[in-house]
């Protein structure tokens, strides 16, 4: 029998009261690069680095503040420091987010991971509206469906130190399997592994797994038939050879006409249920840096879900 390994319960207290601590470090390399001092292009005077206007998004949303609040909150911080350097105000960071570029990993974790890379994938959804369903309904111009309520954020993460490798914002009518691309194009290292429930269980996504030469931790759907009996996927049958197999095994061990117990023998061997701990990462953003959008624009709400992944990062690696 497989003994779980046994958590370390003083490490991990200690962990969860750093992550309420109040910490403030600003370096002198960090107040140098205050300013921008990048190319000047047509258009308004950039006063402050990208760097600046980062570290303002992230406090903003790890502490769930409004812009204005936000800018208050720096400031103050600032002054008790004594650091004299001036604060981009609140208006000056809502339009800078929109073309800002996030980078999402973390040197510290980096240096940890030093096993073979086994990336788990999944979605989560996350609502345009802070407010109660009635606030809503009183203030909006028109009725709009429900799926216009909310977007979906696909991520992917490492197993071994539950980091955000890289993620994906869309709409909430977008499926899963057509986000693994995106996802898997941020990831230079190799990969060992990728771990997806059955939303991923597409030839396009098979195929692009075998050519990162990973295994396929993908369960097959319920009503899978073996590639040779799909005159549709014969031509494509050597991305679906470890997908055929998980269907041989199954059918051979199913009991009485009751495949339940066969899948999940099956996913014990193959070490599918890693994937349980992309659902932790998704927990951790909810109950960290709330479920919820609060920008108006697009693409606002696209560099705010990165910079919630940013902040599950930092709160990892800490």
């Known amino acids: 029998m497989k003994h779980r390994k046994e958590r370390n319960w003083s490490q991990y ?3 969860l009261k750093k992550i309420a601590r109040i910490d403030f470090f600003i370096s002198e390399e960090a107040i140098k690069n ?3 001092n990048g190319e000047r292009k047509a258009g308004g005077v950039i006063k402050y680095s990208d760097h600046v ?3 303002c998004l992230i406090i903003r949303e790890f502490y769930k503040l409004a812009y204005r609040q936000t800018q208050g909150f720096i400031e103050s911080v600032l002054q008790y420091m ?6 981009p105000d609140y208006s000056t960071m809502s339009r800078r987010c929109t073309k800002l570029k996030v980078h999402l ?3 510290l974790l980096e240096s940890r991971n030093k096993s073979e890379l086994v990336v788990a994938v999944d979605s989560t959804g996350l609502s345009l509206y802070s407010g109660r369903e009635w606030n809503r309904i009183k203030h909006s111009k028109e009725r709009k469906p429900s799926f216009e309520k909310w977007r979906k954020l696909h991520i992917a993460i490492d197993t071994s130190t539950g980091e955000i490798l890289s993620s994906s914002y869309g709409k909430s009518t977008a499926t899963d399997g057509p986000e693994l691309p995106n ?6 290292e190799p990969i060992s592994a990728i771990c997806g429930d059955m939303a991923y269980d597409t030839v396009n996504c098979r195929e692009i797994i075998k050519q990162k030469n990973a295994r396929q931790l993908i369960p097959p759907m319920r009503n899978a038939r073996l590639s040779r009996k799909n005159r549709n996927m014969r031509k494509r049958s050597d991305a679906l050879k470890e997908r055929d197999e998980a269907i041989r095994y199954i059918k051979h061990n199913t009991i009485n006409g009751n495949r339940s117990p066969a899948r999940a023998s099956w996913k014990k061997n193959v070490g599918y249920h890693v994937r349980s701990l992309v659902e932790t990462t998704m927990l951790q953003i909810k109950q960290h840096v709330r479920d919820n959008l609060t920008n108006k624009k697009e693409q606002n709400r696209l560099v705010q879900s990165q910079i919630k992944c940013k902040v599950i990062n930092l709160i990892i690696a800490a």
């Open 13 to 15: 207290n200690q962990k």
């Open 34 to 36: 205050w300013r921008y």
């Open 53 to 55: 206007i980062e570290m």
């Open 82 to 87: 004594s650091i004299d350097v001036p604060m």
């Open 105 to 107: 990993r973390n040197k």
């Open 183 to 188: 996802l898997l194009e941020g990831i230079d």
